[in-house]
Each structure stands twice: as C-alpha cells, then as structure tokens.
C-alpha cells in the first residue's frame, strides 16, 4: 500500500486529535492489511529491519507492551523494553535525562507510557525518535482508539452514523478522549454514559450525547464500549462504591437489552468482571468482541510502525 | 547627592493627572519641583527628555523574590536588576520563603538585603500565620515593627475561615490588612488548569472558575463582620469582581488586584503543553479576561502587580500537571499594561494609576507620584518604542515568562531610585 500524502504529520503519533478523516481511514486500511497478513501466519521481517523499538513504560502495561513488542518483532524491528520504575523517577531522574539517555542509544521508535498528561508529547520535542503515545495520563491513547474502530469497521462494515455509546469512568479515561476523537471524527454518533461525577467538565464540546441514565444511554446502539473503572475511584470519593456503580453502571443482561440486538460490548482491558461488565457477557461469544480488539492491536500497532518507519526512510 | 534636571519630557502623574511637557529637578533624593521653564541649577546632570515619557517609578505589590531559600531561582539583587530594567522602584516581597517570614528577624534580614541592592524599596510582607501554614496567626505587631507592610500567606490560601476572621479582626489592631490568593483549596486540589472544554482534551485536571468567587465571597462575609480589610492578589475571573464591586459598592474594606497575565492571555496559551503558561491561578478563558479588562477600566480593580514568580528550567521542563505554577513578570509589567493603553482600553494615566498611586496608597507610601516633596523614584519611557520579550533574554535571573515572543510597545529606557540612575 502506498499514500499520497503524510499519514502522520509531524512524525510522531501522539493524539487522535488533529488527524484527519483520510489519515485515520488510512491507517485503518493498512491495519487490516496486516490483520490478514496476520492470520495468514507470514510475516514482513524486512520493513523494520535493522531499526531498534524501544517500549518506554513508566506505568505497567503487559497488554499494551506485548501487543507493540509483537508489532515491532514481526515487522523485524529490534525491539527492547524498558519498563522505568517509580522508584528511578524518585531520585530525581527526570523525563528529559531519559530522553538524552535514549538519543544516545539512537533509539529509532519510541512507544511511551507516562502516568502524565502530555509526557510523550514533551519526550518528542528532545528525542530524534519517532514517538508513539501508548497511553498518557488522561489524555489520550491513540492506538486503543484505531484497534477499537477497526474492530467496529470489520464487525459493522462502516462506522459512519453507528451509535456508539461509551460508559463508565469517562473523566478518568485516555481510551475514552481517543474514541471520542476518531469516531466524531469519522461521523459515528457518540454518547457517553455515566455518573455525574465521572464525565468530564464541557463533555458535549467534544461532540458527543452524555447520559446519566444508562438504559436512556444504551437505547438503540449499535456498539457498547465499557471502560475500566479504577478501585482509586472508590477511595476518591467519585462513586461511593462498587455495588451501587454495577447496579447503575455495570453492564448487565438487563441494560444491555436496550441496544441494538446485534450491538457489540467492547471493553480496553483489563476488566473488573462484576464491577463494570457481569462476566456471563463479557465471555459471550455472540456478543463480546474483546478477543478481536486484542488481535487488532497487534495490527493497529504494525500499520503505525509502518507509517512512521517510512518517513524515518524518507528522512534519512 | 548631585542634582539633576530631567527636560523636555511629558511629565506624567496619574494621582493629580498631570500631564504636560516640562522639565523635572530632583534635589537630594526628592522631587524639588517640576513643569515648564525651571531654571537649571548650576552643576545639576542634565537628562534630555524631549519625546519621551517620564512617569513615577512603579509600585509592584507582589512578587516572589526567591530570597531566603530558593537562590537558584532569584535572588534579591538579581530581582532588583529585573525591577529596575522593568521601571518599578517599590516591590512588596511575599513571605512564603524558606524560611517563611514569620519571624522579625527574617523581615528585618529582607529589609536590610533590600538596601544593600540600593535600587529598589524592597517591603516584605509578613506571614499572615506561622510558617505559613494556615493554622495560627503570626505575630502582627512584632512583624509590623520589623518592617512588614501588610500579611499574607504569599501562594497559599488562607484556607480556614475562622483563621481568616481571626486575621482580619487582629490585623485592624495594627491598621493593617490581610492579603489572600483567593482559591477554595479544598475544590483546587490537585488542578493544573481552569476546568472546561481546553482541560478536558488535554486531560489535565482541572479547577473550576468558582473556586475563586467563592473564596471571595466567604472573605467579603468575613471582612463584614470583622470591619477587617481584605485585600484579593491576582483576581482572574468575572464572578469574582462582580462580588468585588458589590462589597465596594457597600462601603466594605475590600480591595484587589489583577497582573498581567490575567488581561493579556487567556487558557489557549497552554496549548500545546506550554508549561510557561501554568500559572496560579491558571489562565482563564476569553470571558474572563475581558471582564478582568472591564475591571480595570471601571476601577473595581485597584492595582496591578506583576505576580513575579521565579522558576528554573527545571522546574518546568515537566509534563504540564507536574510542572511548577508560576511566571517571571517583572520586566514586563509596564509592557504589557501598555498593550491595553495602545490597544484603546485604557487611559495611559488610569493605567499608570494602577501602577503607581493607587498601589502606593494602599500600601500607605509616600511613592508613586511626581510631585514636590515625593521621592524621585523616576521612570524615562519612550511610549513607542517596540520590542520582544525573549526567555533568555529578561533582566534578572528568572527567564519563565508566559509572554515569549510578545511583541511590546513601550520602552524603559532610564530609572531613577531617590535620585540615583539604577537603569539606562
């Protein structure tokens, strides 16, 4: 597959905001070039080959971390993990000592995980690398949003007008603001459903529906997409406590009937079964695609390699 | 001291609104007289003025001057630099240093460090409660006669209300008054910017507007029943001077002041993770701004202030909720204040009041005029003059401003300390 124009200006992709409908429809193409490639057990050593991929996580992550690791590795990249603990950042190590620390090892793709707002952002301006946002603070998580929407695309055949209603902890969720950004941007109608408390100030500036209720919510959609709710929440006083936010805001049998009968319950992983999903769903076959969304991970993650691979040839 | 003769400028004194082209004599430290056809006296420096402004050095309320505790961000003399090269001769010093000025030893240490930079009147304020910790009340009287100028808890809210009833009623037995950074702490905490639609994409937590008006609220109750006088630094929102103009409208000891960031900027400066612009309180939107403009014009707001707040690289080459709050203002005080003058919105002598008279009279001082007798604490501007704020490139050592690259109309290009050049 060959493009046109730039897919990702600037050479980092650091948020689904800012991307326009042909650079994510794009990606998406590419991505399910690969889930097929995938599936036909080949592989395409030769595209990364002789590039080092360094995963720079400051927050824990197997499933995100693997799911880049494989990317890189059957794309041919050389691929290292540096998981940084707390405890360095303690002593005073700061991001930007990481970021000489990594041009130094002339890192070529940077995959970053950050507990802050902005940190993969601020590692861009001082690396040479290429930087991926796996994940920053509550800001966004662009490749959950193109592994979700690929999933929706090949289970829908489309995502323009689907309802898709995303619930739960939407204040606190990078996943949510991501699939916010991609879906609106792609014409899908977007509802957010949740407590009060857990809906972010100016929600519906983002162009989205918010409920409160979650039956009101899940009428009539065409995709369910739980979030995790974090325990902190608990403590933070948000929500007074996890039997009351599964009776209001767990997916059940019962809210789910509202959707449409063919709606599909996606969930980012990992899952708190009985907090925000009742298990019996979340292993439901003919309803949950959570399997898919990890196998499109995986896809997502080599078509952004790729992307940014080719503008690492072009400015070499 | 030799005497000087400043001529043919447009003298500018906002307390009496003169404004006239003439000739200014300054005598041992003092303004000796001034307007047109003053004799030159024999062996007098003469300055030549024809074309330029010259104004009363400026009254800065508050700033963070680094001094004790935190040298690597500023120091007393390198703030004095940034002052001069800014105009302002009169600079209030906030307590909450490390140590906290809660001591009078520790004010009298500022007053004497003041001196010694022979530039600037440098009045630090005292701890409002020890170590600024919010719990109990300093020792007004005893900080009062070391030389504090009024009691604050600097960056930090006087949380409590009975601590600030008791403030605001014990402070009147001094004739003094109780300076507050008006954020609700409790509904602040852990914010990096003002709550809404910007916050939200970026992911950043937020502080609602109201976190201001209802600190200002629950004070103004408070100086009611005191018959204390409450003093808001840094007001940035419309809810909150709207409760401002009311409690003045009733007659209440109340009074404020804005700083620049808070009329020039709005919340779009942080975009693209720009810590620079992480101030407290955080920038606000457009709204808001425009009516902090409308308060200056209206006189709701009484003075204002360059917030001066000294950071070092490090402490703002951080993701943008661990970044330190806080902008260098010093040098560009006078500046930006002007942008509102050549901008239309405000008067160049109203705008100058709020500079100089007004704070000067808050504070009680005999600064901030250009009239017989006052000190010749002096400002040579050339009121056309344009330039870039440049970090790297301020006077002092605090190189944070949220202003990089703000072009700027209006130059200092002297000032005078009792007589005595400290810039130009």
């Known amino acids: ?316 | 001291m030799r005497d000087l003769v400043i001529a043919g400028a447009r003298l500018l004194d906002p307390a009496s609104g003169l404004d006239t082209v003439g000739d200014l004599l300054v005598c041992e430290g003092r303004i000796e007289d001034l307007g047109s056809g003053q004799g030159r006296p024999e062996g007098a420096a003469l300055v030549e003025g024809a074309g330029l402004c010259l104004l009363p050095g400026l009254v800065d309320l508050r700033a963070d001057i680094g001094e004790p505790g935190h040298e690597h961000r500023e120091t007393i003399a390198s703030a004095a630099a940034a002052a001069a090269a800014g105009g302002i001769t009169t600079l209030c010093a906030l307590p909450d240093t490390d140590p906290p000025l809660d001591d009078p030893a520790l004010v009298q240490f500022v007053l004497r460090r003041g001196e010694a930079t022979g530039s600037l009147t440098l009045l630090p304020y005292g701890a409002a409660t020890k170590r600024c910790e919010g719990r109990e009340l300093a020792e007004y009287g005893l900080l009062k006669e070391a030389g504090a100028i009024a009691f604050t808890d600097g960056r930090r809210a006087i949380a409590g209300a009975r601590t600030m009833r008791l403030a605001l009623s014990y402070a009147r037995a001094f004739g003094s008054f109780v300076v507050q950074h008006p954020e609700e702490p409790s509904l602040a905490a852990g914010g990096a910017a003002t709550e809404g639609e910007l916050a939200t994409r970026l992911g950043l937590p937020g502080i609602p507007l109201a976190a201001e008006a209802m600190m200002v609220a629950r004070d103004i109750a408070l100086a009611r029943i005191t018959g204390g006088h409450v003093h808001f630094a840094h007001v940035s929102t419309g809810a909150a001077l709207a409760l401002i103009r009311a409690a003045k409208a009733e007659g209440l000891a109340v009074t404020c002041d804005t700083a620049p960031p808070y009329f020039d900027l709005n919340e779009t400066a942080i975009g693209d993770w720009r810590t620079y612009a992480k101030l407290s309180p955080p920038l606000r939107p457009e709204a808001d701004r425009q009516a902090v403009v409308a308060a200056l014009a209206d006189g709701t707001i009484d003075a204002i202030a360059s917030d001066h707040q000294p950071r070092d690289a490090d402490d703002k080459r951080l993701p943008f909720a661990q970044a330190e709050a806080g902008g260098a203002g010093l040098a560009t005080l006078l500046g930006v204040t002007l942008a509102q003058v050549h901008g239309g919105q405000l008067g160049l002598l109203a705008a100058l009041d709020l500079l100089t008279a007004r704070p000067a009279r808050l504070l009680g001082l005999p600064a901030g005029r250009l009239a017989k007798g006052a000190p010749a604490d002096l400002v040579l501007l050339d009121l056309e003059r344009g330039w870039q704020v440049k970090d790297g490139q301020l006077p002092g050592k605090a190189q944070n401003t949220p202003f990089d690259g703000r072009a700027l109309e209006g130059r200092v290009l002297g000032t005078w300390k009792a007589g005595r050049r400290v810039f130009g």
Do not use: W
């Open chain 1, 1 to 316: 597959m060959s493009f046109s124009f730039p897919i990702l200006p600037g050479g980092h992709l650091l948020a689904i905001e800012g991307l326009e409908p042909p650079h994510i429809g794009a990606l998406l193409d590419l991505a399910e070039s690969y889930a097929l490639l995938n599936r036909s057990g080949k592989t395409q050593r030769d595209l990364l080959r002789g590039r080092t991929l360094i995963n720079l996580f400051f927050e824990d992550s197997t499933r995100t971390r693997t799911s880049f690791e494989l990317a890189g590795k059957r794309l041919g990249a050389d691929v290292i993990n540096m998981s940084v603990s707390t405890s360095s950042v303690n002593k005073g190590e700061t991001l930007l000592d990481t970021a000489a620390t990594l041009n130094a090892m002339h890192c070529d793709l940077l995959v970053v995980r950050h507990a802050q707002s902005g940190a993969p952002a601020l590692l861009s301006q001082k690396v040479s690398a290429s930087v991926i946002n796996a994940g920053d603070g509550t800001h966004e998580h662009p490749t959950q949003a193109l592994l979700d929407a690929l999933t929706i695309r090949r289970r829908k055949g489309r995502l323009e007008g689907l309802v898709v209603a995303i619930c739960g902890d939407v204040l606190h969720s990078r996943v949510a603001r991501s699939n916010i950004h991609l879906l609106t941007a792609m014409n899908a109608r977007v509802r957010v459903v949740g407590p009060p408390t857990l809906i972010p100030a100016e929600a519906a500036r983002l162009g989205v529906e918010v409920f409160h209720d979650m039956r009101a919510g899940l009428a009539g959609a065409d995709v369910v997409m739980m979030l995790r709710l974090q325990k902190e929440r608990m403590t933070g006083g948000l929500v007074p406590s996890s039997r009351e936010f599964f009776r209001f805001f767990g997916l059940d049998r019962e809210k789910l009937a509202v959707a449409r009968p063919d709606a599909i319950v996606m969930h980012p992983g990992p899952m708190n079964r009985g907090v925000e999903i009742e298990s019996s769903i979340a292993d439901d076959p003919e309803r949950s695609v959570i399997g898919e969304q990890v196998e499109m991970g995986v896809a997502c993650r080599m078509a952004v390699l790729d992307v940014l691979a080719r503008d690492l040839r072009r400015n070499a």
